[in-house]
């Protein structure tokens, strides 16, 4: 008996840890005063650097404006209804007396959602794939593998080189 309220108690606060981080994670957004209303002046700028240096055409500056604009309203929904999702099974987990086949629906619902975000991640990479030619598409990734390499030193040096939970390695039993 003891083990099974070990293990929940467990699951329990890993699950509602993989919420709260997440929406952290969804940002506020100024544009709209909401979140995920549309892109802040700050992302809208990034964007605007990794475009600049590939010697874009005007066409293509046009193509790739009018596929994030599209893109933003698809994710915008989608954000919407994962954090009413997030919210619910926050909910859920917080009743005692809450039934498990409906977190594990609310569960279901969150996972199908972010798929459906992966999913389309990957058509915006694809898409993009058809606008630039190959050679300005190699730039662009060594653009963004540039800021992200410089984004994971500075996270590591925020935390001094321990993981999330504050630990800088795994030793034993951790329950």
């Known amino acids: 008996m003891k083990i099974y309220l070990k293990e929940s108690a467990v699951l329990s606060v890993l699950v509602l840890a993989l919420c709260l981080s997440q929406t952290a994670y969804a940002g506020d957004f100024k544009k709209g005063g909401a979140h995920n209303k549309g892109m802040t002046e700050r992302q809208e700028e990034k964007m605007d650097n990794l475009m600049s240096g590939l010697d874009l055409t005007q ?20 954000m919407e209804k994962l954090r009413a999702s997030r919210k619910e099974l926050k909910e859920k987990l917080e009743k ?37 030619t190959p050679l300005q598409f190699k730039e662009l990734n060594e653009k963004m ?23 800088r390695g795994f030793k034993g039993k951790r329950f």
């Open 96 to 132: 005692y007396d809450s039934e498990k086949s409906g977190i594990y629906k609310t569960v279901g619902e969150i996972n199908e959602i972010q798929g459906t975000l992966l999913e389309q991640r990957v058509e915006d990479i694809l898409s993009i794939k058809e606008i630039l």
């Open 59 to 78: 066409a293509q500056k046009e193509q790739i404006a009018r596929r994030r604009d599209a893109q933003n309203e698809k994710r915008k929904g989608l």
């Open 145 to 167: 593998n540039k800021r992200r390499d410089k984004a994971q030193k500075t996270k590591k040096g925020r935390n001094g080189g321990r993981s999330y939970n504050g630990q």
